[in-house]
């Protein structure tokens, strides 16, 4: 569903492309062989090539194509069996070459798609335009000095993917949800960590406003936007912005524009009038990338089972639903995790269950994740067992699960520990059910007399003697048989 | 001492392996000579101190029977290779200073090769030139003057140090790099060998880019059998230049067998230009001549894009600059002028750091990369360059190698043709043509004019043809028995 902006004169649509940065994992660049670690020393992961010394040539990492091979094919996109590393020129202290070395008119990869999940449990389908190659520049530290700003080169070079969408997206909801399936993508596959918050990908967003049915508003790029919650700010921002521009009688300017989330605006970087003139031409230091069909079938043949696969297999063997399945899919370990407790519990759905309910709520509020979860997968299996066998109650069973998040025990010890087992034994129920009817005269009569809502009251009694073991439908039927009997 | 300098590579060589002389005796004649001859200013940087002590390793290596191709060999370097621990300068006054980390591939495999540095040799600023004028370092002093005048002449350029280095007896033979005929021109003006190997041939990994696309290293020496050892030093598939040529290296001295019989000489109708001297007219129906002597067949062939070529190519090699020489920005090395922010650093920089040359194919490549001007200038100086290698592949089914004069004219006065630049630019009408097309093109000394300086003729052989084209060479220059010698020479 598309975001609509009420306006004074009416609605408007959003309309919305995004360009994705996404570091490839190697452990060299993508054309020297320096490391590629996150949080070295500053200049301290930097080659000869990556400081552009005279005379140093590029050459390519294969290990980088073939990250960006599979990832196309991970995207459903055509691959282009060759394609060309052009230069994109421009000068800034952080960019050592004077040139950024890219492909331009000629990507590795072309046109694709991918299926975005929506919270409303439906799919859509958003293009992908091109998937390119290109070199990361260095980092300009300006807070280090009052007067001079201080260059660190290690991210110099560094291997990223440029994912191009098609302007396919309609509201912040859809670009979330198209970077978090992006994100899942290429962590499945393993060419890139995924990892925002340290750089590893980072959004460009192209977007502009029009109302419904007219043809696409001139748009403005939002630079850099390096989390989820940043992406969604900004669109919203930014959108209700162009319809306040434009309602005024104003026009926007296409431009390149900064999030600055402190303050919650958006403001120019550099209009269209100063953009750079980057002068690409194809790099007279690499030669043209032929791909063979043998090394693209290799590519194919090495990626997993992908997100959407997964899921569809989910609603198909385990009858979970369009939402459950994705949010299950969403990283391949929760997927594993959640395969393994299903097969343990012996019921895929109540192991779905309270995973994505009791176990992300616990883990989200203890500020983790799956990954330090205390509960191991085999043991949540275990506990659905006991609830199913009537072990204990589904009550009894949250309970439970406190204590197993707190210490990592197995549910049966602490089941066994605590004493928690059911109490399923009629005999010994009917017992304290007899006593309670025979101690509370008032009641009875008063439920007799109509007041059938008191069951729950008697219920509460028998519970709050067993502390909470007697099996529930047990105690319901005898009370009931009684009372009403 | 003095006989040393007379002695050939190829001599000297066959004598340090015979012990006669030593790698050291060697090297010291020819620093005295360097210094003898400074007043031509060959040498941006001089490394005698290096010399002596590779000489001396060079002989305990003849000593243990361990000699390299090039053994004990003192040769000049042109200062647009990169060397550890040498000042290495491009012949600008940006790089005034720099001393990189790093040996470039064909230095370092020289120096495997068992030869010994001089030093760094003058050049025009980042190979950008004909004359060696540009260079912040001064220009180079052709060791030939006309007959019964003192007037200075030009070596030729861009590898005019290495050039009347080699001419003065001041190194037994020096590296080159030519992009559109920078080792074949100079070698042309001082009576030389110059030659031009097929792109990929040696490695540019370590040599200071000027237009990547056409950057190629090469041999300058005396003799075409010095050209032959010492291009077998410096050739071989590295890894590092993505761009090398990933075949073996022929043993190329081996190809000088001086039997041309049966081969067949192209003779394109093309490069005979308006206005060329009678002096290059006659030694190029000279040179036919002795093709045929020797049992050659020629043959009329036609290169028909040849006049665009000069066109073509100051289009690609200054586009390709303007990017090359972005690094120098005065950010990590080299020289930087201060301002007060970012981008007027760059301009402080770059404006003291180039001179009028540089800044010149700079602005001219950055015009011809803009943005509406890409597809008019850039991308159709590249569809003729692929006209213009269309044309000799056509030509091989006719021939086996071409043979055309090496520049238009000998040697000019320093002061000549500074002031016009295309002027100076036509210089290479006759070697960009192949330079465009990634050949191997080669320079034999093959007569003087009527002022008694030295004139080449040039062989152009197809790609990987390196072997034909010296066994024509030898032949050329044993027919043309080039004897003259230049007026301002180390004894």
């Known amino acids: 569903m598309g975001d609509i902006i009420k306006g004074e004169t009416g609605d408007w649509e959003i309309v919305m492309g995004l360009e ?229 009688g104003g026009e926007i300017t296409q431009e390149t524009r900064l999030f600055d989330p402190t303050k919650g605006e958006t403001r120019s970087m550099r209009s269209k009038e100063d953009a750079h003139d980057y002068r690409y031409f194809p790099d007279p230091d690499l030669l043209p990338l032929e791909l063979e069909d043998a090394f693209i079938d290799e590519c194919l043949k090495s990626l997993p089972e992908l997100p959407d696969e997964k899921k569809a297999r989910f609603m198909a063997d385990y009858g979970l639903g369009a939402y459950d399945a994705g949010v299950l899919v969403a990283d391949q370990e929760t997927a594993a995790y959640f395969e393994e407790a299903a097969k343990a519990a012996g019921d895929a759905k109540l192991a779905a269950n309270w995973i994505t309910v009791e176990l992300f709520g616990r883990l989200n509020k203890a500020g983790t994740d799956l990954g330090d979860s205390p509960i191991s997968a085999k043991q949540i299996g275990e506990l ?102 | 001492m003095s006989d040393m300098l007379t002695l050939t590579l190829a001599e000297a060589r066959d004598k340090l392996r015979a012990k006669e002389i030593t790698a050291v005796e060697l090297t010291d004649a020819y620093l005295n000579a360097m210094e003898q001859t400074r007043d031509l200013n060959c040498y941006i940087t001089e490394t005698p101190e290096k010399a002596r002590a590779m000489a001396k390793a060079s002989d305990e290596r003849i000593a243990a029977g361990k000699a390299g191709a090039m053994e004990g060999l003192p040769i000049g370097m042109k200062d647009l290779f990169c060397t550890n621990g040498v000042q290495s300068t491009a012949g600008s006054h940006i790089l005034e200073g720099f001393t990189p980390t790093y040996e470039s591939t064909v230095s370092q495999n020289l120096w495997d090769a068992g030869a010994v540095m001089l030093g760094k040799t003058n050049l025009d600023e980042f190979a950008m030139g004909s004359s060696n004028l540009t260079s912040y370092y001064g220009g180079v002093k052709n060791p030939y003057t006309k007959a019964g005048s003192n007037q200075s002449l030009v070596p030729g350029g861009s590898s005019g140090g290495s050039a009347a280095a080699v001419a003065a007896h001041a190194a037994i033979a020096a590296t080159g790099t030519d992009t559109g005929g920078s080792i074949r021109q100079p070698a042309a003006f001082a009576g030389l060998v110059g030659f031009k190997p097929t792109y990929g041939r040696c490695s540019r990994w370590g040599i200071v880019a000027f237009a990547s696309s056409l950057d190629q290293a090469g041999p300058m020496t005396r003799t075409v059998r010095d050209s032959a050892i010492m291009l077998g030093a ?165 021939c086996d190698l071409l043979l055309t004069p090496t520049t238009p004219s000998a040697a000019f006065a320093m002061d000549e043709k500074i002031d016009d630049p295309v002027a100076m630019y036509l210089n290479d009408v006759f070697t960009v043509p192949a330079s465009l097309a990634g050949l191997p093109g080669i320079s034999v000394p093959a007569g003087v004019d009527k002022d008694g300086l030295p004139l080449g003729l040039q062989l152009i052989g197809p790609a990987m043809g390196e072997e034909a084209v010296l066994r024509a060479a030898g032949v050329l220059e044993t027919a043309a028995g080039f004897s003259a010698k230049p007026a301002l020479m180390a004894a």
């Open chain 2, 234 to 398: 410096m050739a071989g598939f590295d890894a590092k230049d993505s761009t090398s040529l990933d075949v073996a290296v022929p043993d190329f001295e081996a190809a000088l067998t001086g039997d041309i019989r049966g081969m067949k000489i192209g003779i394109p109708k093309e490069y005979r230009v308006e206005n060329m001297p009678a002096d290059i007219e006659a030694l190029w129906k000279q040179g036919i001549e002795w093709m045929k002597d020797a049992g050659a067949e020629v043959v009329d062939v036609t290169l028909p894009h040849t006049k665009y070529a000069l066109p073509t190519y100051y289009i690609v090699a200054p586009a390709e600059a303007s990017s090359n020489l972005a690094r120098y920005d005065g950010v990590r090395f080299g020289l930087r002028v201060e301002g007060k922010d970012l981008n007027e650093m760059y301009e402080n920089t770059r404006a003291a750091g180039f001179g009028a040359e540089v800044r010149r194919r700079v602005l001219i490549g950055t015009y011809v990369l803009s943005a509406g001007y890409y597809d008019a200038y850039y991308l159709k100086a590249q569809k003729v360059r692929t006209k213009i290698a269309q044309d000799f592949k056509n030509a091989w089914g006719q």
């Open chain 1, 384 to 485: 659905i067992g006991l609830i199913k066998d009537d072990t204990i109650s589904g009550k009894i069973a949250k309970d439970v699960f406190d204590e197993m998040f707190e210490t990592s025990k197995d549910p049966g010890v602490i089941v066994e520990e605590k004493g928690l087992k059911q109490i399923t034994d009629t005999g010994a129920i009917e017992s304290i059910v007899d006593d309670i009817i025979a101690n509370n005269e008032g009641q009875v009569s008063a439920y007799r007399g109509g007041k059938t809502g008191l069951l729950g009251w008697f219920v509460g009694q028998v519970m709050k003697q067993t502390q909470g073991k007697a099996n529930p439908g047990v105690v319901n039927k005898l009370l009931k048989d009684k009372l009403d009997g």
């Open chain 1, 20 to 248: 994705v940065h996404a570091q490839i994992t190697s452990k060299s660049k993508l054309f020297s062989g320096a490391a590629t670690n996150f949080g070295g020393d500053p200049n301290e992961q930097v080659s000869l090539v990556d400081a552009a010394m005279p005379g140093m040539l590029p050459v390519l990492n294969a290990e980088c194509v073939r990250q960006g091979v599979r990832t196309g094919l991970a995207l459903k996109a055509q691959i282009n069996k060759r394609s060309v590393f052009a230069r994109k020129n421009y000068f800034y202290a952080d960019l050592p070459q004077g040139y950024q070395i890219s492909q331009y008119e000629e990507p590795v990869v072309g046109e694709g798609e991918v299926q975005i999940d929506l919270a409303d449990g439906t799919s859509k389908s958003i293009g992908i335009e091109r998937l390119h190659l290109e070199q990361d520049a260095g980092k300009s530290l300006h807070d280090q000095h009052p007067s001079k700003s201080y260059i660190d080169l290690n991210r110099s070079g560094v291997a990223l993917m440029e994912i191009v969408s098609k302007p396919d997206m309609r509201s912040a909801d859809e670009a979330t949800a198209y970077v978090n399936k992006l994100r899942s993508i290429v962590r499945y596959i393993g060419s890139c960590d995924g990892n925002m918050a340290e750089g590893s990908m980072r959004a460009d967003v192209n977007i502009s406003v029009r109302k419904a049915g007219e043809p696409m508003g001139t748009r403005t790029e939002l630079k850099n936007l390096n989390s989820v919650r940043f992406i969604r700010q900004a669109i919203e921002i930014e959108a209700k912005r162009q319809v306040k521009v434009i309602e005024g």
